[in-house]
């Protein structure tokens, strides 16, 4: 999400001019200075076994590390979000996408389905739907899902937006103007990944600020 901002501001954000803590200088000894972007862990280093998540669920961890700690292959799951939502995905016809403070969404019907932005469908899903359980649509911290991740020409966004124009019939340009925030809402979680920034229909290029 740094990569939204300039190196001064993530730095001035953190140190000088944060409502929540007391303003000071920021440090110039010790702490090094910001790269222009962030980097993730995986362009340093060999990783054997992400964890996705925000933070990741327990059973995650327990799934993944008791194998290991046993000498076994962890068995992760691969679906999306959606595998494990029990909400009812229809087609209806609107023209509005909703932001989340606004009315009041069926608690049975699919966000999509009702016009909120719910990124289930294009997520890791590690977390059996805990967002839409709760009544909160999927903002996407399980990471990218396997279908975006593999395929090329498959990115949160576009994805995003066929799946609501397909469910509302609204046309692509209609649903593309009234998404608001895209660096937040829809790339919030996949930003600092080289996979989704290399992808040629990513927008990701065009909002990281160096
Ligand atoms: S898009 Fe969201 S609300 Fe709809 S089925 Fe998937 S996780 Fe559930
Ligand atoms: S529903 Fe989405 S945002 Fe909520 S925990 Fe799962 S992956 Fe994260």
Redesign the pocket.
């Known amino acids: 999400m740094a990569d939204l901002y300039s190196p001064e501001e993530v730095s001035a954000r953190s140190f000088s001019d944060n409502p929540s803590t007391e303003s000071s200088e920021q440090p110039s000894e010790v702490v090094p200075k910001l790269l222009p972007i962030v980097h993730p862990a995986g362009d340093m280093a060999e990783i054997d076994y992400y964890l996705p998540g925000c933070p990741p669920k327990e059973n995650l961890i327990k799934d993944v590390l008791v194998p290991l700690i046993n000498g076994d292959s962890p068995n992760v799951p691969k679906k999306s ?2 595998a494990d ?1 029990s ?1 009812t ?1 229809e087609h209806v016809e609107f023209d509005k996408v909703h932001r989340r403070i606004e009315g009041e969404p069926d608690p049975d019907k ?4 009702q016009g909120y932005v ?1 990124m ?2 294009v997520t890791l899903g590690r977390c059996g ?1 805990l967002c ?1 359980a709760a009544g909160v ?2 903002h996407g911290c399980g990471g990218p899902s396997m279908d975006i991740l593999r395929e090329p020409s498959h990115d949160v966004y576009n994805c995003i937006i066929n799946r609501i124009s397909h469910l509302s019939k609204m046309p692509h340009k209609d649903v593309e103007k009234q998404l608001y925030d895209i660096g937040h809402i829809v790339y919030g979680f996949v930003i600092g990944s080289t996979i989704m920034e290399d992808k040629k229909v990513s927008l990701i290029p065009q909002l990281v600020k160096k």
């Open positions: 979000v959606c939502c909400r995905m699919c966000f999509l389905s719910c289930g469908s739907a839409s649509p999927c």
